[in-house]
């Protein structure tokens, strides 16, 4: 339950097509992911994968907190103060999960995003704007975007994996975005990003 005030519910979301075991080449191969097989089933609804800081906010009782996302380069990584594992690539090593967010430099610029509203609802949000990764987003404030409310409309997707391998190749090379997040209706998802295909 996202309103817990535990921040180990939300996992790494899986990448659409796998990536090769072995080798330094990390570029998608066109084998789907097991459990992704209702993307190409057209059961999900696609959104822009926004370019920011990932936040999330939890809820225990009248308590809220915000927590960060954090990436450790391999198991062996110094966990930050608070830090909660919610996954580990057995491919690279990386260990994902979340942070307080008073660990993190982050707290000034959640501020002026409106971290404090008591309008918002728990769950997971993009820390965006002119001081955040370069502001790819374009944006002239500090904004707190709720994950999964930006509607995408993509092109047609094959059935076959293999052609929707290559047709979302081709349409997300060519497009300004970081990538595409599907949320399936009972809560999965799954990513692609414009990386996954280029060198």
């Known amino acids: 339950d996202h309103r817990?005030?535990?921040?180990?519910?939300?996992?790494?979301?899986?990448?659409l097509y796998q990536r090769p075991t072995t080798g330094p080449e990390r570029l998608v191969l066109p084998v789907l992911t097991p459990g992704c097989e209702w993307?190409?089933?057209?059961?999900?609804?696609?959104?822009?994968?926004?370019?920011?800081?990932?936040?999330?906010?939890?809820?225990?009782g009248a308590?809220?907190?915000w927590w960060a996302r954090r990436q450790l380069r391999s198991p062996d990584a110094h966990r930050p103060r608070g830090f909660v594992e919610t996954d580990a690539d057995p491919v690279t090593g990386k260990v994902v999960g979340w942070e307080p967010l008073g660990n993190t430099g982050w707290g000034r610029l959640m501020d002026q995003a409106g971290a404090g509203s008591p309008l918002l609802d728990p769950g997971t949000y993009e820390l965006c704007g002119p001081k955040v990764n370069g502001n790819p987003?374009?944006?002239?404030?500090?904004?707190?975007?709720?994950?999964?409310?930006?509607?995408?409309?993509?092109?047609?997707?094959?059935?076959?994996?293999?052609?929707?391998?290559?047709?979302?190749?081709?349409?997300?090379?060519?497009?300004?975005?970081?990538?595409?997040?599907?949320?399936?209706?009972?809560?999965?998802?799954?990513?692609?990003?414009?990386?996954?295909?280029?060198?």
Do not use: F
Request: hydrophobic fraction near 30%; charge should be positive; proline fraction near 10%.
């Open 137 to 199: 987003e374009n944006l002239t404030a500090h904004s707190l975007i709720p994950h999964g409310r930006q509607n995408l409309d993509l092109p047609p997707i094959p059935a076959v994996p293999s052609g929707a391998h290559a047709v979302l190749g081709q349409w997300l090379t060519g497009q300004p975005y970081e990538g595409i997040v599907w949320h399936h209706p009972d809560g999965r998802m799954a990513k692609l990003k414009r990386r996954d295909y280029v060198r």
């Open 4 to 15: 817990h005030g535990d921040a180990r519910p939300r996992h790494k979301i899986p990448t």
């Open 39 to 60: 993307v190409l089933a057209g059961e999900g609804r696609p959104t822009r994968k926004l370019d920011g800081i990932c936040v999330r906010l939890t809820l225990d």
């Open 63 to 65: 308590r809220t907190t």
